[in-house]
């Protein structure tokens, strides 16, 4: 009797295939992007509108935020830094109730928290910006490696 494989691994040319692929070369990224950025390598100038249901035909819900992510690792777009909140300026106690020991301890911890979401959003602007970098580089070298090859086989008469 013959058997019917069951094998669950996914070919290369199928979405779940695909979808492993971009996993691997773009980790923790959403799926909701990484189909982004699949769209977007056939072209670039394809917008939400254009591919959103054949992403439902997959399970995969899109938004705008997705699309962006998907164009900043490309390369194609920027990310525009945060607007900078000024850290709240204090006062003189001009009567009792303002110099109590919580309310100097709300207007210190404002300080704090502030600070500390501005270093952490220019650290993540930073990475971002670096891994956009590399896979614009990366991008640039997969097409010059393919020209490459396309002329080698024009030479050899492939």
Same mark, same amino acid.
């Given at each position: 009797?013959?058997?019917?494989?069951?094998?669950?691994?996914?070919?290369?040319?199928?979405?779940?295939?695909?979808?492993?692929?971009?996993?691997?070369?773009?980790?923790?990224?959403?799926?909701?992007?990484?189909?982004?950025?699949?769209?977007?390598?056939?072209?670039?100038?394809?917008?939400?509108?254009?591919?959103?249901?054949?992403?439902?035909?997959?399970?995969?819900?899109?938004?705008?935020?997705?699309?962006?992510?998907?164009?900043?690792?490309?390369?194609?777009?920027?990310?525009?830094?945060?607007?900078?909140?000024?850290?709240?300026?204090?006062?003189?106690?001009?009567?009792?109730?303002?110099?109590?020991?919580? %309310?100097? $301890?709300?207007? *210190? +911890?404002?300080? =704090?928290?502030? #600070?500390?979401?501005?270093?952490?959003?220019? @650290?993540? /602007?930073?990475?971002?910006?670096?891994?956009?970098?590399?896979? %614009?580089? $990366?991008?640039? *070298? +997969?097409?010059? =490696?393919?020209? #490459?090859?396309?002329?080698?086989?024009?030479? @050899?008469? /492939?």
């Amino acid at each position: 009797m013959t058997e019917l494989s069951t094998d669950s691994t996914a070919t290369a040319d199928s979405w779940d295939g695909i979808l492993a692929n971009l996993r691997s070369r773009y980790p923790g990224q959403k799926d909701s992007v990484l189909f982004c950025l699949f769209k977007l390598q056939g072209n670039p100038e394809l917008g939400l509108r254009d591919f959103r249901e054949e992403a439902a035909l997959h399970g995969i819900p899109m938004a705008g935020r997705a699309l962006h992510s998907a164009k900043v690792l490309m390369g194609l777009a920027t990310v525009k830094p945060r607007a900078k909140r000024e850290a709240p300026t204090e006062q003189p106690a001009s009567d009792a109730t303002n110099n109590t020991p919580v %309310a100097r $301890t709300r207007r *210190l +911890r404002a300080g =704090v928290d502030t #600070a500390d979401n501005s270093i952490e959003s220019k @650290v993540l /602007d930073a990475v971002r910006q670096i891994q956009s970098a590399a896979t %614009a580089e $990366t991008d640039d *070298l +997969r097409k010059a =490696v393919r020209k #490459a090859i396309a002329i080698l086989q024009r030479a @050899v008469g /492939d």
